[in-house]
Nanobody, 125 residues
């Protein structure tokens, strides 16, 4: 089992940047594929980005490609989401998720077994 704790959210103006972090407990972090999802008020949860266990492959939603970068540091049991050129429509609660499933659709929440509590990101116009 793994526990996930997100941090780094906050209020930023449009065009600004934030870096989210997700710290994981446990000694097998390097075996997990990690994802970021977000949920805006009144909307469904949506996929943002994912990075496989080795860090060798990443996935992004079209809406964030070229602006967001997901990365991981297995030595620190941490996954990051660097968010640049933020837009008001990026406002949401951002959740970190983890899965041990391989060769699955990492863009869907059903693939993930563990979730963090979320961190609020608010982008003002």
């Amino acid at each position: 089992q793994v526990q996930l704790v997100e941090s780094g959210g906050g209020l930023v103006q449009a065009g600004g940047s934030l870096r989210l972090s997700c710290a994981a407990s446990g000694r097998t972090f390097s075996s997990y594929t990690m994802g970021w999802f977000r949920q805006a008020p009144g909307k469904d949860r949506e996929f943002v980005a994912a990075v496989i266990w080795s860090g060798g492959r990443t996935y992004y939603a079209d809406s964030v490609k070229g602006r967001f970068t997901i990365s991981r540091d297995n030595a620190k049991n941490t996954v990051y989401l660097q968010m640049n050129s933020l837009k008001p429509e990026d406002t949401a609660v951002y959740y970190c998720a983890a899965t041990l499933h391989y060769f699955k659709d990492y863009t869907t929440g059903r693939t993930y077994d563990y979730w963090g509590q979320g961190t609020q990101v608010t982008v003002s116009s």
